[in-house]
Each structure stands twice: as structure tokens, then as C-alpha cells.
């Protein structure tokens, strides 16, 4: 159970650290938090207001620089426990740097890449179904 409020800065927690273990500053303006129904194998919701939390931000990072940044963020990622997903540094000889990682118990996935053509990186966090906690009766006055 995680509110989303909680989930958010949860998430943004893990954001900054993987920017701070890169050498890089995540840009505030550049936030977006997206909160979506959890939706089950057959397409089918819950009543229970059960979400997912897709949470990103971009740092302007000199391309050249990106495998250096992605490098350091795995090695932390992986010895924080996390799975390895998938990794490069580059696409045709070009810096075009992605790791992609999965915590096994909290069930997170977290990604660091290079984002479209110029300087940007993107740091996201995917968070598994939480469900909000219940607001509980309200008392009468």
C-alpha cells in the first residue's frame, strides 16, 4: 500500500539517486508523473483504485558523456540488487547509451537513457500495482 503522493516521492528518491551516482542534475521542470489503472492479463481493472506510477525526468548531459553515465548508474543499480534488463552504450558506434533494470522484491523497474537526438537523458521509474490506502470511515461531528 502506497499513496500516491508517497509513491511519487518515492520514486523521485530514486531518480536523484541514479542522476547523483551519474554525475548528472535532473531537471525539475522536466518532471512528469503519470499515474494509470493497474490492468489485470484480460484487460479487466479493479474497483479499488489500484495504480501504476510511470515517473521521469531529463538531464541535459553532453552526448559523448552518456555510456559513462548509463555505465556508473548499472553498476550501482546491479549492486543495489537489481536485475539487469538490457544495456548499451551505443548504436552504430554512436553514443546512444540505455540500462534497464528490475528490483526483484519491490518489483520497480528503473531506466536511464539517452533520449532523441541531442544532449538529453532520461532517468524513469515504473512502479508495480500499489494499491492507495483506504480512507477508512469518516467520523460524524
Not at 35 to 45: L, M
Not at 70 to 87: C, N, Q, S
Not at 114 to 122: E, I, K
Request: charged share 25%; glycine share 8%.
Amino acid at each position: 500500500m502506497k499513496s500516491k503522493t508517497d509513491a511519487q516521492a518515492w520514486a523521485q528518491q530514486i531518480t536523484e539517486h541514479m542522476a547523483r551516482t551519474g554525475g548528472i542534475e535532473p531537471d525539475p521542470a522536466s518532471v512528469e508523473a503519470l499515474f494509470t489503472p493497474c490492468t489485470g492479463k484480460n484487460g479487466e481493472t479493479a474497483s479499488d483504485n489500484r495504480y501504476i506510477l510511470i515517473y521521469s525526468v531529463d538531464s541535459h548531459v553532453p552526448r559523448a558523456r552518456h555510456p559513462e553515465v548509463v555505465r556508473k548508474i548499472r553498476d550501482m543499480l546491479v549492486g543495489e540488487g537489481l536485475t539487469e534488463k538490457g544495456y548499451r552504450e551505443d548504436v552504430d558506434g554512436k553514443p546512444d547509451a540505455l540500462v534497464d533494470a528490475f528490483h526483484p522484491s519491490s518489483r520497480y523497474t528503473a531506466t536511464a537513457s539517452t533520449a532523441g537526438t541531442g544532449d538529453r537523458m532520461y532517468l524513469r521509474v515504473i512502479t508495480p500495482c500499489l494499491l492507495p490506502p483506504s480512507e477508512g470511515p469518516t467520523s460524524a461531528p
